[in-house]
Nanobody, 124 residues
């Protein structure tokens, strides 16, 4: 069974940086997709970035492109989200997600496994 666990959420000042981590277990497949999503209060969870294990290819939504970086340390089974130049509108609950074998996509329905979330707040 695949399990994901996020950590690293904190309160940061606007313009600051933060790195979120997601430890994974049970992902024994050669190819899989990992992603970061975020959810604002009262809103549906939305994608931020994906990374495909097969090629290392990454994808970002426009609102974070150039500020956030998704990366993976396969040796430590850890997914990261480096967040730079954080804006007040980045305050949200952040989730990591995983899907085995089938490429990558930026939709909630694509992913089978989810972490419990980690909170990021922004002090303006």
């Amino acid at each position: 069974q695949v399990q994901l666990a996020e950590s690293g959420g904190a309160s940061v000042p606007a313009g600051g940086s933060l790195t979120l981590s997601c430890t994974t277990s049970g992902l024994t497949d050669r190819r899989y997709c990992l992603a970061w999503f975020r959810q604002f209060p009262g809103k549906e969870r939305e994608p931020i970035a994906t990374i495909y294990s097969g090629s290392g290819a990454t994808d970002y939504v426009a609102s974070v492109n150039g500020r956030f970086t998704i990366s993976q340390d396969r040796g430590n089974n850890t997914l990261y989200l480096q967040m730079n130049n954080i804006k007040p509108e980045d305050a949200a609950e952040y989730y990591c997600a995983a899907r085995r074998n089938w490429g990558c996509a930026m939709t909630i329905a694509f992913f089978d496994f989810w972490g419990q979330g980690t909170q990021v707040t922004v002090a303006s």
